[in-house]
């Protein structure tokens, strides 16, 4: 027993560092993302919140779409060869050329597409240069992407952090701006606390790096379809589930605004603009611990993470509730009577958030193993059922959808980490 503690104390300062290094800055960038949706919401009111909100959903589902599952098949793949660092680099100029081409493509169709998601989801053509913009913010989404996978791949994790922190430097530049001079106006907000940042990392951060992966994918001509195909051989299961997964409480939105209203929208947004904090510690520990734990060999090495794991949940489920509880009072004392009714799409949402951060943790065993394709299916399965029962919900409100995203999300995890947990029993020994 205490020589199983005395493990788990190395094992923590290992890799604590690191985690506290991208935690507090992942904590910083949430809390202002918070701070602004807050702000955001008071200013603009639920209708225009709800705009604000759909245009932020669409930017988040462009990147994600146009992620292609990249960012956690190049840090796989990237462990696969670490006795063959020119494949290393050539994996990585290959996903930015893939990203490079997507962006380009998108930049063409973006003024049709814009007035598209005007007239369906706003029913205003006014909004037009919104959606344009969210689209756009999408597509450097891209290589934002491309910028942390390729900093947690070399493990770069001080660079990591600083790429975070610069990022909310320039959105809390922004937030007085939007405040003061376009408090009204969803748009400003979305440029000056979202777009321009994501642009200036875009422009300063992935230029030199990309200059570098690209030239060695040029001197080896030969290998980069070779390379291209093993990416998205494993990238396409990544993709499906990573989409499916991120792309649940945007559905929810969407859902929302053609069945409901875009008040609604805003409500459920407002409440999950709190819930948004539990997202802090698993983008920080995730992006630690993914590389290490994918590098995991043997039966022997897995159970020793799942019993750390173990170990670590009674500590877990309390610092989960005091943060749901504090949260909420927050929630009810900053905001105003207009959103009342977010506090129990908060307390729905934030309980099953931080259950599947947890568990997510030992799920994240399936990419140890190579078998992305298990959990694309469960996500997929997923994605339907939450997408079905909002429908079916949705003109009741939002805590209605509140309740089976909740219910899903965390039935999703359970059944991932059952499946994981019958791979590991049929490793050998």
């Not at 299961?237 to 989409?243: F, K, P, R």
Request: proline share 4%; glycine share 8%; charged share 15%.
């Amino acid at each position: 027993m205490i020589e199983s503690i005395r493990n788990d104390i190395a094992f923590l300062k290992k890799r604590a560092t690191p985690v506290v290094w991208v935690t507090a800055a992942t904590a910083f960038n949430n809390l202002l993302a918070f701070v602004v949706n807050v702000v955001a919401a008071r200013m603009l009111g639920a209708e225009g919140y709800g705009v604000f909100a759909l245009a932020f959903a669409v930017a988040t589902l462009v990147g994600l779409l146009g992620d292609l599952g990249f960012n956690l098949s190049m840090v796989r793949l990237f462990n696969k060869y670490q006795s063959e660092p020119e494949k290393q680099s050539m994996l990585l100029g290959v996903a930015l050329g893939v990203k490079g081409m997507l962006f380009l493509l998108l930049a063409v169709a973006l003024w049709p597409l814009s007035k598209l998601l005007a007239l369906r989801l706003v029913a205003d053509y006014t909004s037009n240069w919104l959606m344009a913009t969210a689209l756009l913010t999408g597509g450097l989404l891209f290589l934002w992407t491309y910028l942390q996978s390729y900093l947690q791949a070399y493990r770069a994790f001080k660079w990591l952090t600083t790429c975070i922190i610069i990022y909310s430097g320039l959105r809390l530049v922004g937030l007085p701006i939007a405040y003061i001079y376009f408090p009204r106006d969803p748009l400003a907000w979305l440029v000056t606390t979202y777009t321009a940042p994501v642009l200036v990392l875009a422009l300063f951060g992935v230029a030199p790096k990309g200059y570098k992966a690209i030239s060695s994918l040029l001197k080896q001509p030969d290998a980069r379809s070779a390379m291209l195909k093993e990416l998205l051989k494993y990238s396409k299961w990544v993709a499906l589930s990573g989409i499916a997964y991120t792309s649940m409480p945007y559905v929810v939105r969407f859902i929302l605004a053609t069945r409901a209203s875009v008040e609604d929208v805003g409500i459920f947004s407002a409440g999950m603009a709190f819930t948004a904090a539990f997202s802090t510690l698993n983008t920080a520990v995730r992006a630690v611990l993914f590389p290490q734990v994918t590098a995991l060999e043997g039966r022997e090495a897995i159970e020793r993470y799942i019993g750390r794991l173990v170990r670590m949940a009674p500590y877990y489920a309390g610092f989960a509730v005091l943060g749901i509880v504090g949260l909420g009072a927050l929630q009810w004392a900053v905001l105003g009577e207009e959103y009342r009714l977010a506090l129990p799409v908060f307390l729905v949402t934030s309980s099953a958030f931080a259950t599947v951060v947890f568990l997510s943790l030992g799920t994240m065993l399936v990419h140890t193993m190579m078998r992305p394709e298990a959990e694309a299916y469960i996500e997929l399965i997923r994605l339907c059922l939450v997408t079905l029962g909002s429908i079916l919900v949705a003109p009741s409100g939002a805590i209605g959808v509140a309740v089976v995203l909740a219910l899903f999300m965390v039935g999703g995890t359970l059944a991932k980490l059952l499946m994981v947990r019958r791979w590991i029993n049929e490793l050998p020994r």
